[in-house]
Every structure is written in C-alpha cells, then in structure tokens.
C-alpha cells in the first residue's frame, strides 16, 4: 500500500506464530519436573506475568518501536549499549532456533540426510524472506497462524476424546509453590515474543479499543496454549509426558481417523517449520529495525544477509555437543528472555517515569518567576 | 521497471551460482535424505518381545503381501532375532530380509508372559522412542505361551488381522477392551498397574488367538492374570461395555440380556485424614435380547435385581484380586480423589496400601432398555 | 548494436508528420497506398468552386460517404449561391449530414482520422480541412462467450471492437456517473484503451495511477492481451495473474458496482477489472445467479481443488518415498505390490507423469475442434492403460496425477491454473529432493510470494489477511446472501461503502 506498515492484528498473529515453535518443544516438557500435574495451569498463571511484560516494552515503545524510545531515554551511547544487548541476545536466539529446527526436522524421520542441509534449507527461505518488506511476511504470518492453528486444532482435537481429568486434577495450595515457579519458566518460554516491540515503529495506529485488543490477543494466545497443555497433560499424564522428548509431536504421532490417516507427526513436525520460520523472521526484522537506530542508512540493506549468515554460523558452531542446544533452550533461554523481556523493561520503564517526573519538576522549577 | 519491485523476487542478478548449488545437491555428495523405494518393503504389522539367553527376543510379522497388479498373494513374512536389546534384534531383523523391513507400520505389540514377569518398562520406552513405532500400537499379554510362538500360530495368514478385528469388534462392544500402549504406560506410571488384554494361542496346534481375560501389571512386572467372571468385573470397573450376555430364569421363561454400558464412580470418605471406605457406584445398562414374553413390572424387577446380583459378584470377584495384588489398575481411587484435593494429596503414595485394607461398598444400578 | 545502443532513450517524434497541411501533403504521407482515394467534386455544378474529398477505402463507408457528403456536396444549391468566405463555415455548420464536423490545421489529426475511417474535405484556396467521420462498422457479432458459459445468465460476450464493448456495458450500466476516458496505447498501432470507472464509487487514487501507468507505455504496438498485462501490473515476475479478466458484459459490471475500475482495448475482446486480489479468480459469473448455499459449496470446492492440485504431487512423492508411515496401511499395501514391478522410481514416476499431463494437454489444444477431443480422450485413456498394464507407471501415480490435474481444471480463471500448473511442478521437485521438509518450504515459500504480490496497491492477499478494522465487504471463501452484502469490499478503497439498504 502507500505505506510499509502493519496492523495490530498482524503484529500479534506474528508473536503467536512465532511462540508456537519453542511452545511446541518446551511445554510442557519444561515444566513438568516442578509442577507436576499443574503443568497446565502454570501456563495460565504465566499468563499475567506475560501481559505485564507485554504492557511494559509497549508502552516503552510506543509509536517509534523499542529501539528509538531506548536510545531516546538514554542517550545515545547508554541506550546504544542496551539496544546492542539486545541484538546479541537476538542474534543467539536466531541461531538457536534455526539448530532446534533442523534438529526436530532430522530427527522426525529423515533417519538419513545432514543436519547442515535442513539447516541451509530453512535459513536460505528465512534470507528470502528477511530481505523484503515487513507488511509482506504480515501477511505470510497471518496466513501460518491459521495453517499452524488448524494443525494443532486437529491433532489436540482428535485427542480430546482420550483425556481424562483424573491426569489433571486434583491440585492443592501445596502445590502452589511448583507451580508458581513453573509459571517463571513458562513466561520465559512465551518471552519470545520479547523481540515484538521492536517492530512497533512499523504498525498502523488504529485508534479504537486499543488495550481491548492487546488483552484479547494476549489472553486469548495464552488461554489457549494452557488448554493445549491440559489437552497433552490429560492424554499422557505428567509422568510420561516428563519422559518423553517432546510430548506434543508424540501425540500427534497417536491421534488419527481410522481409514482417514494415521500416524501424520510427520506432517506436523513438517508445518510447524512454519512457526521457526515465523519466529526467525521476526527476529531477523526486529534486529534490522535495531540496527537501524545505530548504523547509518548505507549499512541497511545489508543488515538481512548479516543476520541470517551470522545466525546460520552460530547454529553450525555454537553447539558441539549433541544435547547442548537443548539444554540452553531449557534453561539458559526462558532466564534470558525473563532478564530482557520484564526486568529490564521495568527498570527503563520505572526510570522512564522519574525522568519525566524531574522533567516536570525541573519546568516546574522555571516556572518560578521572580 | 519504474515500478517498486514488491514481494519476494530474488536477486537474480546471475543464475550462475543457483545453478551450481543445484547441481551440487544433485550429486551424493550433498546431505540430502535418501529416498527409499516402496516396492522393496516389508511392512511389518505385529511385533512380538520375549526373554532370551542373549537378552530379549524379537519376532515380526507382516500380514498377507500382496505382489503384483493382480495382487497374488504371498505369504506373510516372520522374522525374528534375539540379540542383547530391542535396537539390535531390530536391527538384525533387517538383516534377515531381502527387502527393507519398515516398523512404522506396527500396530500390534504382543508381549510375552515372561517379558512381562521381567519388566514391560524397556519394551514401552523404546515405543516411546522410536521415530518409526510409536505409543499408539494395540498391547497385548501372551498367557501360558511365549510372544514368538503367538506370532507363529498365525502361519500363512498372520496373526494381525486376527488382532485387528478383535480391536474393532472391541470398540464395538463384543470382544474385550483393548488398549494402546500410550494408555497402559500412562497407568503404569500415573496409578502404579494397568491392566493389559491377555491372549493366548488355543484351538489346534495354537492355530487361533483366543482371548483370555486381562493381565494386571504393577509397577511394571505382570502381578497376575484375571480370567472369566474376574475379568468381566474388570471391564464393569474401567467402565466399558463388552461381549456379555446374561441368562435369567424368570417366572416367564428364560431372557437373555446384553450389557451395553457400564460406569463405575468412585467416592472416598475419609476419617481425618485416613481413607476409611471407598464406595463404589455402578450403572450398567442392559438390552433385552431373547425372551419368551416381554417381561413388564414384575418381571422387569426381577430382572434386574438378578442382572445387578450377578454384577455385584462380578465386581467383589474382581476387586478381591486387584486388592490382593494391591493394584487399583482402573484409578478408583483417583477418581475419588478429584473431590478431595487436600486429603488425597497426602493419600496418594501410599494409596495402593490403602486400597487393599480400605473397605468397599458396592452399589450395583441396573438399567434395562 | 552495443548495450548503450540498446538502451538509448527512444524519443517519440512530434510532431510525427511534420509540415503543413495541404492535399499535397496528404497524398505525399500516403504515397503506395493503393486504398488511399479523392474525389474532386464542384460544388452544386458550379466549375469555379471545386472541393477535394479524401478517404481511405475499406475504412471509410461509401454509403454514408456518397449519400451523406459528396449528395449534398453536389445538390445542395446554397453552395453555390453563398460567397466564397462564407463557404467553408456552411459546410462545418450542417451542409452537410455528418453527426460531427471538426476543422483541423495539422497533418497529424487529418493522417489519424482517416485512418480511423473519415474523410477530409479540401476546398481550394485554404490551408486547413474539413473531417467528417463516415467508418465503416464491420466487427464480429455479438456472440457467446466460449470461455464462460452461462447457465443462468446473459449470454453476450465482449468483441473486438471498442465502441460496441462499451455501448454494452452502457446498456447495463445506466447510471451517468459510468465515466469512460480514453488513451492511445502504441507507437505504431494507436490503439484506444478505455478507461471506466463509476464517478462517487471507484477510488479516484486507482483511476489516477492506471492512468499514468498506461500513458507511460511506450510500445510499438497492442497486439496481445500480454502487452497490457505486463506493463500495467507492478510485477512481472510472478506467474500468478493479477488483473483479472472477463469476456461477459454482465460480470464486468459486476466489477464495476463493487468500487473496481474497467479496462477495454480495441482489438481485445477482454474487460479487465482491477485491482485483483486472489479471490477474484475464484469466482465465476454464475456465482450469483444460483443459490448462497450452492454458490458457497461450490466455491470451497474450488478453493479446495486449488490446494489438490498444488500439493498432491508433492505429497505423493514425500509420503511414499520418504514417510510411508502416514499412508493408510491397506493403501500401502497395495502400493507396494504394485510397485514391485515397476522399474523408475516414485519420484521419476510422479515427475514423468505430471510432464506427460501437460504434453497431452498442449497437443490437445493444437488439433482442430473434432479430432483433438477424441485423441485427447483415447491417448489419454490407452496411453494410460497401456502404460499400467506394461508396468511402466503404477496406477497409485496415474491417479494421484489425474486427481491433481482434473482438480486443477476446476479453475475458473486459466492465467491462475496455469500459475498453479508451474508450482506444483516445482513442489514436486522440492518435495523430491527434500521429503516433507521440503514441501513445507515450498509451501512457505508460495505463501510469502503471494503475500508479497500487490495489485495496484492493494495486496494479493488482501480477502485473507488484511486484519485492519477496515469492514470486510463479504467473507471470500463462500457468499453471503445477497441482501446480507450490504458493504463494498473493504480492501478496494472505495468511496461509496455500501450498496443496499
């Protein structure tokens, strides 16, 4: 259109899509060994946790995106510091993701094939996508959104039939403890998404119910996974679900219409490229909108290709050992993304305010005319 | 162009290198997932694990083949292998066949009885793990035979259509419950014992795969086997209609009624914090099948209170064993326990004690349609 | 010729005749063509007062030449009588019977309007002329649409000749807000192109930019429908259409009342109706004439058949070769039987099949009307057989392609199907070479190029994806009943929303 931007909608069909894919690998494996049967109910307890961080970056970002607002607050070389913070936790979040994905893709049921080859596959569509405009990977994500939703629909669906409450319930102050904890991690896990704000400077104002809509999605997405959660959690039981590699592709291995197909985890496995692409995407024009506030325009153009080379090197050689990419997606990644999705915005957010509070005192303090 | 190039073209200022990456995928010497071709496998269908000296003993079966347009048939292919582990006798069983033995097909799993006695544990975690087999295989226990020679008694023909159509007939209410593998590695792990359909090889020579009751396992080696009217009260208690037909001899003239359903709930009272008696209520509903006259009224009452005497026998028989054997493999006590989260968190461990001591009330509704 | 030679700037000449205008000149600018005629008449018998006709044979109708100039050029006694300044202003205001008179001083106009099928009238002693129009009205008959037939509906079609296709659209569209505004298109063809739009319904900024787009075409000549197409869209390179078109009158101004803008070119017996978003090759003219329900089954049919015939190739080859698990057993079996005994590979299989699909297609559309049918049908049916029963191709590929390519068939605009055509072949590939992996690549991949595409500034996926609070006119992938369309579709920017009560 005459404009390059995006709206609302588009932005947070792009967060969804993009969480799926560590939500699918992580939830509720992750959450298990604390809380337990209360995998599920942690996710919604995240839930709050997830739409404060959300107000946070976006009430920092307001119309510029994040990174103008940071270096606006505090100063150039200060914000510049933090907004390159940024970038490197984003460019190891891109490598990570792009590991994981060809990982989960080798060994889906390609038994042969070289994990360099997935790996170049996904990050040579993930370069095409990352050099051109954002309003046209919009609407790509809105269109995997829906593919990624039917999919899961489909699979949780079909198992609803075999869940049985029992597995889920019944759960007790006693266990509040876990399940709290388990909640920091989950809201870990959905941070994400804390790459999203970035691109706030590229969205359509629309003006109406604009916190109705930011709830909506918010709580809406985060409702949802809690229920696909209960829905995997009531079909193995926590036990089971804590043994296997990853309990949701697992199931989708299970679920099926008899004479219809059977055994399609491999089509899942398959479509949920989909959401790594997403999420990669999102991270590739998140870091071309913060390096866009540090380099000069000439640089730009480049900034695509810099991203995904650099992302695809990490992923060859940040992880050596079998089992290391999965052990920092466990544990160091949802600590990170608590650390620069909440903490950090609350800091600038809290010293936001005192700066313009002393900004009103110091006017005020003019304004006492002799 | 002075248009703005929009959308996704690439930049296609040489074809050149594209070119020479195709062509390098194109060579083997790229990372590229092998094709395989599908004329050249063997689907296997059953897969049967019993102890051996080496350590486990595997045995495969695929079903009738079919060769040709004409579809002329062949007979089914069995293949076995005893090596040290599951992933090596597998392995071995590729080894065996000129073609390419594919397990992504197994639907039925049968375990023999004295696999069972040893541990079903590492059996279910290789399912679990796998990326060709997978949790939703049917389980099944061989009673008073070993896995490999279940499997052989299907000769020509193999034993999985047999398997498959007691699994449908199952899901139609006329033979006994089946369950997956997923569903008995759940119990296993949420509740402490599962039960499992047992089989056992009967007819001539162990031609034909005859049903035979369940088999209960706790913690994951076999406690027992419940046969006849124990495994009737079995199914009442998980809460599932199967193949059973009552004769009653009323003041009319005999009927016979079928059971459709059957649901069991399950309540705990508890004194303090101490389960003091599990109460059990029963629905069943049955269906007139025979009778001389239509019985009505009169007949009808007795007819139940017969129907509900004969399940309340079934029940008591079934939960004497499971409470012998400390297994409350059809989570009554979970069940239960959904209603008092407190007291059955504190319960919940030492639950399978209590089952064996708490005493039980049962309550038997009969239904007729 | 060197590169810059190539690329030099290719100013057009103006004027493109230069000189005065005299019937010199005239006869100089159309000196070897033999259709190239004048008549010298005097006018009502008087010698001293002599005019010179000129027309072009063939374009000119010498019915209304004769009766209409050159009978009162000759009968008419005011001629005579009136004094000679006077003259040429008598026969500009009504001697004579023409429904258009206009005097011209240029060589260019006069060249122009007789090759449009005028005549020029020279008088003796002036430098400028007379133009009257007298064409000739041959064209094609309005006939049916072959390409669209109508079950329920008008059964006129566009025709090659410009002002008919708009006299057509005219008797449709009664409104005096249908405004038609006309550009030449071609160096050397002069072809019009006419614009048309409703005035207070179509987004002006469209009319605009189509405007500029097509004044800025500087080509030799409209010869195809193609010499349009691609300059006007904003990319050429995708294969997938993005200015739908239509033969029928009644869709065209169907188009226009939802907020779209027409295009005719003389010559092209095609309306185009822009901007195009994705559904509009979904829909046919029938959509409307039959029932909500029916219409709406049957436009899911088609966008299911779309996704058939994309992805069944593709999931051919990546389930049997590199998934078989997630093919329903007792068709894997039958699979495998079969399969035994054929010596290609599933992938060479799939491919050689899809290819030999589109040979028998091509072929079929180079034989003439009768026999190309029956050899369609019989090569398609004994090549297949006997391919089958000789163990060439399996069946399990045979029907897989034929389903992928019947339901591409379904398609009601051929410039999409033939789109689709091109992707599944490279589905397959990418399925070929990388199992389902691949395919979901490709398949991300086509979603992020359609996402990508716009259409005079409105986005290609714009029925699915706009997600502004912009009010949807209709939902796209079935039809509401028609007293429920009460808004304009949303994306075309139009200026008048709704359209009913």
């Not at chain 2, 696999?115 to 997978?134: C, N």
């Not at chain 2, 006329?174 to 590695?185: C, D, E, F, Q």
């Not at chain 2, 079928?258 to 209520?281: D, H, I, M, W």
């Amino acid at each position: 259109m005459k404009d390059d931007k995006i709206s609302r909608t588009q932005l947070m069909a792009l967060l969804w899509a993009g969480v799926m894919a560590p939500a699918a690998e992580l939830l509720p494996g992750l959450l298990l060994p604390g809380a337990g049967k209360g995998a599920w109910l942690a996710v919604v307890l995240a839930a709050p946790l997830v739409l404060v961080a959300g107000w946070l970056l976006g009430s920092l970002a307001g119309r510029d995106g994040l990174a103008r607002s940071v270096t606006g607050l505090l100063g150039r070389w200060l914000g510049g510091g933090v907004v390159l913070l940024y970038i490197v936790w984003g460019l190891f979040l891109l490598s990570l993701r792009l590991r994981l994905c060809a990982q989960r893709l080798l060994a889906s049921g390609e038994r042969d094939g070289a994990l360099w080859f997935f790996l170049l596959s996904v990050a040579v569509v993930l370069l095409w996508m990352g050099r051109g405009k954002l309003a046209a990977f919009a609407r790509a994500g809105q269109l995997f959104l829906t593919a990624l939703l039917l999919t899961a629909g489909v699979v949780l669906g079909l198992s609803l039939f075999q869940a049985r409450p029992e597995r889920l319930l019944p759960l007790w102050w006693s266990e509040a403890g876990p399940v709290l904890r388990a909640a920091l991690s989950a809201a870990g896990v959905m941070g994400w998404g804390l790459f999203l704000p970035f691109l706030m400077g590229d969205v359509r104002d629309q003006g109406e119910n604009k916190n109705w809509h930011w709830l909506f999605w918010g709580l809406g997405g985060a409702l949802l996974l809690s229920a696909a959660q209960a829905v995997i959690l009531g079909n193995l039981g926590a036990a089971l679900a804590a043994r296997l590699d990853n309990p949701f592709f697992a199931l989708a291995k299970s679920v099926g219409v008899e004479g219809a197909f059977q055994r399609v985890e491999g089509v899942v496995t398959a479509l949920w490229t989909f959401a790594d692409l997403t999420m990669g995407g999102v991270l590739v024009f998140a870091l071309r909108a913060m390096t866009a506030e540090l380099l000069p325009p000439k640089a730009l153009p480049w900034i695509s290709w810099t991203a995904v080379v650099l992302g695809t090197a990490g992923a060859l050689v940040l992880f050596p050992a079998a089992g290391t990419a999965e052990l920092w997606n466990r544990r160091l990644v949802p600590a990170g993304n608590l650390a620069l999705g909440f903490l950090l915005p609350a800091l600038l957010w809290v010293g936001e305010r005192l700066f313009r509070r002393k900004g009103k005192n110091s006017i005020s303090c003019m304004r006492k005319p002799a | 162009m002075k248009y703005a190039r929009v959308g996704g073209g690439l930049c296609a200022a040489s074809p050149l290198p594209a070119i020479l990456a195709l062509c390098l995928l194109l060579t083997g010497c790229s990372g590229l997932p092998t094709a395989r071709e599908m004329g050249d496998m063997a689907l296997l269908r059953t897969l049967g694990v019993d102890p051996s000296p080496a350590g486990v003993s595997v045995t495969g079966s695929t079903g009738p083949r079919a060769k040709g347009l004409q579809g002329d048939r062949e007979p089914a292919l069995t293949l076995s292998a005893d090596r040290e582990s599951l992933s090596g006798a597998c392995l071995a069983m590729q080894g065996q066949s000129d073609s390419f033995v594919f397990f992504g097909y197994v639907d039925q799993l049968l375990v023999g009885e004295e696999l069972a006695k040893e541990g079903v544990r590492p059996v279910l975690d290789y399912f679990s793990r796998d990326a060709e087999l997978g949790l939703g295989a049917q389980l099944w226990l061989v009673q008073g035979a070993s896995a490999r020679d279940a499997l052989s008694a299907g000769g020509d023909e193999g034993v999985d259509a047999r398997l498959e159509t007691i699994q449908n007939d199952s899901k139609m209410g006329i033979a006994n419950l089946t369950r997956t593998a997923g569903a008995v590695y759940t119990d296993l792990l949420e509740l402490g014992s599962a039960y499992v359909p047992a089989l056992s090889p009967a007819g001539e020579g162990g031609a034909v795969l005859a049903e035979q009751g369940y088999g209960v396992l706790k913690g994951d080696v076999l406690a027992g086997f419940l046969e006849g009217e124990a495994a009737k009260g079995v199914e009442l208690l998980a809460g599932g209609s199967s193949a059973d037909v009552l004769d009653v001899e009323l003041a009319e003239g005999p009927v016979s009624v079928k059971v459709t359903s059957a649901c069991t709930k399950s309540r705990l009272e508890f004194q303090g914090e101490v389960p003091s008696a599990l109460k059990l209520t029963c629905k069943v509903e049955v269906r007139l099948l025979e009778y001389r006259t239509r019985p009505d009224g009169q007949g009808l009452e007795s007819l139940r209170t017969e129907a509900s005497r004969r399940e309340r026998v079934r029940l008591e028989g079934a939960l004497e064993q499971l409470r012998a054997w400390g297994t409350d493999c059809a989570g009554l006590g979970a069940k239960a326990g959904m209603f008092h989260p407190d007291r059955w968190q504190a319960v919940q461990a030492d639950w399978p004690e209590y089952f064996s001591k708490v005493p039980v009330e049962i309550q038997v509704e009969v239904k007729v349609r | 010729m060197s590169r810059q030679e190539a690329n030099a700037p290719h100013p057009r000449k103006e004027p493109r005749l230069p000189g005065p205008l005299s019937l010199e000149r005239l006869e100089e600018v159309f000196s070897d063509c033999v259709d190239f005629s004048k008549r010298e008449v005097f006018l009502h018998g008087d010698s001293q007062r002599k005019a010179t006709v000129c027309y072009i044979d063939g374009q000119a109708r010498t019915e209304r030449l004769n009766d209409y100039v050159l009978r009162p050029l000759a009968q008419d006694p005011m001629l005579a009588s009136v004094p000679e300044g006077e003259l040429f202003a008598l026969l500009e205001r009504g001697a004579l019977y023409a429904q258009a008179a206009k005097r011209e001083t240029e060589v260019d106009p006069v060249a122009f309007a007789l090759i449009n099928g005028s005549c020029a009238l020279f008088l003796e002693g002036r430098d400028d002329c007379l133009v009257f129009p007298v064409a000739t009205e041959e064209k094609r008959s309005v006939g049916e649409p072959e390409n669209e037939p109508a079950l329920k509906g008008a059964r006129d079609s566009f025709v090659e000749s410009l002002r008919t296709n708009t006299s057509l659209v005219r008797r449709r569209m009664r409104a005096p807000e249908l405004k038609i505004r006309e550009h030449i298109v071609g160096r050397q063809s002069l072809t019009p192109v006419d614009v048309l739009w409703i005035d207070g319904i179509a987004d002006p900024d469209t009319v605009a930019l189509l405007s500029e787009r097509l004044d800025a075409i500087d080509i030799d000549g409209v010869e195809a429908a193609g010499n349009l197409e691609e300059y006007l869209v904003d990319s050429a390179r995708s294969p997938f259409p993005l200015m739908p078109f239509t033969q029928r009158p009644d869709r065209f101004c169907q188009g226009l009342l939802e907020g779209r803008v027409g295009l005719l070119a003389d010559g092209i017996p095609l309306g185009w109706l822009l901007p195009g978003a994705i559904d509009q090759f979904f829909k046919t003219g029938q959509d409307r004439a039959y029932h909500w329900l029916v219409a709406s089954a049957l436009s899911a049919i088609r966008w299911l058949c779309a996704l058939i015939t994309l992805l069944v190739p593709g999931l051919y080859i990546a389930l049997v070769t590199f998934h078989p698990e997630a093919i329903p057993p007792k068709l894997a079996l039958s699979i495998v039987a079969a399969k035994q005994e054929v010596p290609f590979s599933t992938i060479f299989e799939v491919l050689i099949m899809l290819l030999a699909f589109e040979v028998i297609q091509e072929a079929g559309l180079r034989l003439p009307g009768p026999i190309g049918a029956t050899v369609s049908i019989l090569g398609g049916l004994v090549v297949g057989n006997a391919a089958v029963e000789a163990h060439i191709v399996s069946p399990a590929v045979l029907i897989a392609v034929a389903i992928a390519g019947v339901a591409g068939y379904t398609m009601p605009s051929q410039d999409f199907g033939n789109a689709l055509r091109l992707w599944r072949f490279l589905l397959a590939i990418l399925a070929s070479l990388g199992g389902l992996t691949g395919l979901a690549l490709g398949c991300a991949g086509l979603i992020y190029h359609l996402a990508g595409l716009e259409s005079f500034g409105v986005p290609y996926l714009a029925p699915f994806t706009t997600g502004t609070r912009v009010p949807r006119g209709h939902p796209s992938l079935f039809r509401l009943p028609l007293p429920r369309m009460k808004w304009r579709d949303g994306p075309i920017q139009t200026q008048n929303r709704r359209n009913q009560k």
